[in-house]
């Protein structure tokens, strides 16, 4: 940190539930959206981050945690990566790590606040790196609900949610309806994944996205990871398919392919954190209600 920020520095927390969460660091611009307000800060021990509504969304030094554990257990598993849908991800993440697999061919990004794309690309560009200027990157402003809704049968081969958490313009990116719709548009053979809150700090949320995964889809399953700058630190990301819970069974090519790639994400990783399933969740995942 420099010798400016160090005599400015303060903290921004997040608060949820009587708790903060916070890091000590500068505020490097404020705005309101039509959508949402949007903070660009810089934190002194995990770099430039960005805030939506004052809820920590990424962090130069903690998103690889974060869009990796999204991306690879859905994009090492899926029968084809030729067509990848994310719904959200602004801050170009989720699309930098779908884009490093040779077979993917489209990876359509639907985020909806044109200001946290052009603000991630200006303050917080090494998390989208060559992604923003890869010819198969298709970066549309629209609402991903009506996306999905507008899409027509077994378009995609993997769909990502990589929204904000479920309160506020994000909350119908967990509803019934829409996830059935994204079923819909999702090819046999295809994996669904989505960001689902923390089992701690958000345990009902969690429990009712994976059940409503399960009502929807043949299989569906969470997996457990550490995101140092959210709430708890402990997150999850849910993966969901028909048939088979083929998320759960990397194609040995495409580990190959990304292994080497990934600081948090590898085979060993993904099947303990598949298994690291707090044991009262799995209780709470069992009950009917
Ligand atoms: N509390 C954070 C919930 C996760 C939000 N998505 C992060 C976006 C990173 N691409």
Not at 32 to 38: D, G, M, N
Not at 198 to 207: A, K, L, N, T, V
Not at 252 to 265: G, N
């Amino acid at each position: 940190m420099n010798k400016e920020l160090e005599e400015k520095a303060h903290w921004i927390d997040e608060y949820h539930e009587g708790v903060r969460y916070g890091l000590e660091g500068k505020v490097i611009l404020e705005e309101s959206s039509p959508f949402q307000h949007i903070t660009i800060y810089e934190s002194k021990k995990y770099g430039k981050a960005l805030l939506l509504d004052g809820c920590w969304m990424t962090a130069e030094k903690s998103e690889k945690c974060y869009h990796e554990s999204l991306i690879h257990p859905a994009l090492c598993s899926s029968k084809q990566i030729n067509n990848i849908l994310i719904i959200g991800g602004g801050d170009g993440g989720s699309a930098r790590e779908c884009l490093r697999y040779q077979e993917v061919k489209s990876v359509d990004l639907i985020e909806i606040d044109q200001r946290v794309i052009e603000l991630s690309k200006k303050y917080l560009p090494i998390i989208g790196e060559k992604a923003w200027s890869d010819a198969r990157l298709n970066v549309k402003i629209k609402n991903g609900i009506d996306w999905v809704k507008n899409t027509e049968n077994n378009a995609y081969d993997v769909i990502i949610i990589d929204g904000a958490d479920p309160i506020g313009p994000s909350k119908k990116l967990y509803s019934y309806s829409f996830l059935k719709d994204c079923k819909r548009i999702l090819k046999p053979g295809g994996v669904f994944a989505t960001q689902s809150e923390s089992p701690e700090s958000f345990h009902q949320i969690h429990i009712n996205i994976v059940k409503v995964l399960r009502q929807i889809f043949d299989y569906a399953d969470p997996l457990y990871g550490f995101v140092s700058i959210y709430p708890s630190g402990l997150w999850s990301w849910s993966f969901a398919s028909m048939e088979k819970p083929i998320y759960m069974y990397p194609i040995e090519s495409r580990v190959k392919e990304i292994a080497e790639k990934c600081q948090i994400w590898s085979e060993r990783w993904q099947k303990g954190a598949f298994n690291t399933i707090p044991a009262f969740i799995e209780r709470d995942l069992a009950k009917n209600d």
